[in-house]
């Protein structure tokens, strides 16, 4: 079984897109795993039914004891975080500002305050319309510790695909280089950088691929819209050649991508022309190059 991440250094650059189009072409061989949790959007394109939920507990959160509460306000004091606040002459805590230190529990003279786990979220595994299944996630409104949550989607998506025999599992990772990013990389043996030919997306793509090599994997790479400034593109070909970075395509700029999303299909579903022949040559090369 091989890892397959799809990272890119900047949002918007069509990640997610060309990611769930390798996952229609690999069809039952592959097992999908949308590990970008802050922003999870493959469903909208995968058709998922989800056929197992389970809540995510990460992290802590304090709560106020109120019939022990003698309304000191010690907790207040010292919380850093500006956490607790006094509505209707109670001292609460409100869980978006908590960081769970337990600094409030710790001076309390009443004991009146315990640190609670933290829903941070929930994960899924679902049925898709390609005949295969995929792990994905949603991470509660203003939570942390997404790396976490990653690493749960990803762990059940190689578990999966090891009982499944699958050939190949797909992730989609988060934009940037963060501890999403850092997440899913762990364990791939190959990465599908995503960028576009824009100032901050060659900036992004140096970026991203600094926290790739640090890792030692191998590297790929598709420019999208490569049409829209060749000056740039240009620029982008010349440093995939100058840190030996396969150059796995370039894909003019199409507003079937958009149409596509519109009618929750991949590209390579709606588009029988020559992107879609693009991406699945590219995707016959990826499978070439992990092998």
């Known amino acids: 079984m091989k890892e397959i991440v799809v990272i890119s250094g900047k949002g918007g650059t069509g990640k997610t897109s060309l990611t769930a189009s390798f996952a229609y072409l690999g069809g039952k061989d592959v097992i999908v795993a949308d590990c970008d949790v802050d922003a999870a959007d493959m469903h909208m394109l995968l058709e998922p039914d989800f056929e197992k939920a389970?809540?995510?507990y990460s992290g802590e959160v304090a709560f106020v004891i109120q019939e022990d509460?003698?309304?000191?306000?010690?907790?207040k004091d010292v919380c850093r975080f500006d956490a607790i606040p006094i509505i209707n002459n109670q001292y609460v805590v409100d869980p978006l500002n908590c960081e769970g230190c337990g600094y409030c529990?710790?001076?309390?003279?009443?004991?009146?305050?315990?640190?609670?786990?933290?829903?941070?979220?929930q994960w899924f595994v679902s049925n898709i319309k390609t005949g295969s299944i995929m792990v994905h996630a949603r991470l509660s409104i203003g939570a942390d510790n997404s790396g976490k949550l990653v690493a749960k989607v990803?762990?059940?998506?190689?578990?999966?695909?090891?009982?499944?025999?699958?050939?190949?599992?797909?992730?989609?990772?988060?934009?940037?280089?963060?501890?999403p990013v850092v997440s899913s990389l762990s364990g791939a043996a190959f990465v599908v950088l995503v960028t576009e030919p824009t100032v901050s997306g060659l900036h992004d793509?140096?970026?991203v691929f600094e926290l790739v090599h640090k890792f030692n994997i191998k590297a790929g790479c598709i420019i999208n819209k490569s049409d829209i400034n060749t000056g740039v593109t240009a620029e982008i070909e010349s440093f995939l050649r100058k840190e030996n970075i396969v150059h796995l395509?370039?894909?003019?700029?199409?507003?079937s991508f958009t149409k596509a999303m519109t009618n929750g299909q991949t590209i390579v579903e709606y588009d029988n022309n020559h992107l879609a022949e693009i991406i699945s040559d590219t995707w016959e090369k990826v499978k070439e190059i992990v092998q």
């Open 69 to 75: 509460c003698i309304r000191c306000g010690k907790c």
């Open 105 to 121: 529990a710790r001076v309390c003279p009443t004991r009146a305050i315990e640190n609670n786990s933290l829903k941070a979220g």
């Open 249 to 255: 395509c370039n894909l003019p700029y199409d507003e």
């Open 205 to 207: 793509l140096k970026r």
């Open 54 to 56: 389970e809540d995510f």
């Open 154 to 179: 990803k762990n059940e998506a190689k578990s999966l695909a090891q009982k499944e025999e699958k050939d190949y599992v797909i992730v989609d990772g988060s934009p940037g280089v963060g501890c």
